[in-house]
């Protein structure tokens, strides 16, 4: 039986993933790959529009595919590989660059902020095709569903109407995909600040948890993290949003429901309530780390393991590329 096909990705911009991307991405990625034919990239070449330090995006880029591994995407169930491993994608990138209006391109929102935020000398041509090469990641393997973030629902969007267009203009070449928007209750905040979303670029490392760090000082973070003066365990995003960004966090990790957290809490202080989650989170994190840092301790074979799930993408890329090369109307080398 063929399954639907889904793919998502990640940039490695940090040395570890923070619990907002496991909640949000890793989590629901594992419990999709049955379901789906799932392929998950690495996506390296995004992240040569970022500031680079060549060592750095080469350790940063095993660690992120090893803490998938660690999550539990199986790389002999699922495709998991390094973007850059498989050339099609940008030269997919390329013919559909040719086809996304220039317009088109500067109504992207991530790249206006990213270009506000960088000004003009640090923002390079990459950023602004950033969404482009997006496009070709999903639209190679003829992709039915993207889970992402709300933030990137709008490159998703260009993306089916790239494929619309191409398919309209040389016929049935791609997959028309469709985004499934990670829910609410799978965002998380920032420990210290939890009105802003947490981020790998948070600029105090106080708010965030980070898949990689020391249990203990997982532990210490969650103990310190702000909550107010009401004092009762209670779910209210507007006016309890650190204690309910606690419960968010404690019910994706223990599967529970939050009115069951919210009484097992009823008439205990917060201190009590952040000994539990501090529990939870060190129980659910500790062997996740530790997989991790076991893979990373053998890079030959994570690199093994990389190669031949990059093979296996790759037998799927090529034949869309090939199809497009074709359709586009580019002479074949004989
Ligand atoms: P980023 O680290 O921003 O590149 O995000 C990588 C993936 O993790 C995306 O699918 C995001 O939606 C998800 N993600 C990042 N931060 C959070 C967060 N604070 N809460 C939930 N999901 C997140
Ligand atoms: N742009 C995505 C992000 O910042 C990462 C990404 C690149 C991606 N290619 C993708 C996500 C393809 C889904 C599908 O989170």
């Known amino acids: 039986m063929t399954r639907p096909r889904l793919y998502s990705g990640m940039q490695p911009s940090a040395d570890s993933?923070?619990?907002?991307n496991y909640i949000?991405?890793?989590?629901?990625?594992?419990?999709?790959?049955?379901?789906?034919?799932?392929?998950?990239?690495?996506?390296?070449?995004?992240?040569?529009?970022?500031?680079?330090?060549?060592?750095?995006?080469?350790?940063?880029?095993?660690?992120?595919?090893?803490?998938?591994?660690?999550?539990?995407?199986?790389?002999?169930?699922?495709?998991l590989y390094v973007q850059s491993h498989v050339r099609a994608h940008a030269e997919?990138?390329?013919?559909?660059?040719?086809?996304?209006?220039?317009?088109?391109?500067?109504?992207?929102?991530q790249f206006k902020d990213k270009s506000a935020r960088y000004g003009t000398d640090q923002t390079n041509v990459g950023l602004f095709t950033y969404p482009v090469l997006m496009a070709a990641d999903i639209l190679l393997y003829q992709t039915d569903i993207v889970p992402v973030g709300d933030d990137q629902k709008q490159h998703v969007e260009l993306t089916r109407d790239l494929a619309e267009r191409f398919n309209a203009r040389y016929g049935a070449a791609f997959t028309v995909p469709i985004p499934v928007i990670q829910k609410e209750t799978?965002?998380?905040?920032?420990?210290?600040?939890?009105?802003?979303?947490?981020?790998?670029?948070?600029?105090?490392?106080?708010?965030?948890?980070?898949?990689?760090?020391?249990?203990?000082?997982?532990?210490?973070?969650v103990m310190r993290a702000v909550t107010d003066s009401e004092g009762t365990v209670r779910y209210d995003r507007e006016s309890k949003p650190g204690v309910s960004n606690l419960?968010?966090?404690?019910?994706?990790?223990t599967g529970r429901q939050i009115p069951s957290i919210e009484d097992e809490y009823a008439g205990r202080g917060y201190g009590d309530f952040k000994k539990g989650l501090a529990e939870v989170v060190v129980n659910e994190?500790?062997?996740?780390?530790?997989?991790?840092?076991?893979?990373?301790a053998d890079p030959g074979e994570?690199?093994?393991?990389?190669?031949?799930?990059?093979?296996?993408?790759?037998?799927?890329a090529d034949a869309t590329l090939s199809d497009v090369y074709d359709r586009v109307g580019l002479l074949r080398r004989s």
Not at 17 to 20: A, F
Not at 103 to 108: I, L, P, Y
Not at 194 to 200: D, F, L, Q
Not at 285 to 296: K, T, Y
């Open 92 to 109: 997919l990138a390329w013919i559909l660059s040719t086809i996304t209006g220039f317009g088109e391109a500067n109504r992207m929102t």
């Open 186 to 221: 799978a965002r998380i905040y920032d420990l210290q600040n939890p009105t802003a979303k947490m981020s790998k670029s948070a600029e105090s490392d106080a708010g965030v948890l980070w898949l990689l760090d020391d249990p203990a000082v997982s532990a210490k973070k």
């Open 17 to 20: 993933l923070q619990v907002g």
């Open 24 to 79: 949000g991405a890793l989590l629901q990625w594992r419990d999709l790959q049955d379901a789906y034919e799932a392929f998950f990239s690495v996506v390296d070449l995004h992240a040569l529009t970022q500031p680079n330090d060549p060592a750095e995006l080469r350790e940063k880029t095993r660690r992120t595919a090893a803490q998938y591994i660690a999550a539990g995407i199986e790389p002999s169930r699922s495709t």
């Open 285 to 296: 994190f500790g062997p996740v780390r530790e997989r991790a840092l076991d893979l990373l």
């Open 302 to 316: 994570l690199d093994r393991v990389l190669a031949s799930n990059a093979d296996r993408a790759a037998e799927v």
């Open 247 to 253: 419960l968010t966090i404690y019910a994706a990790l």
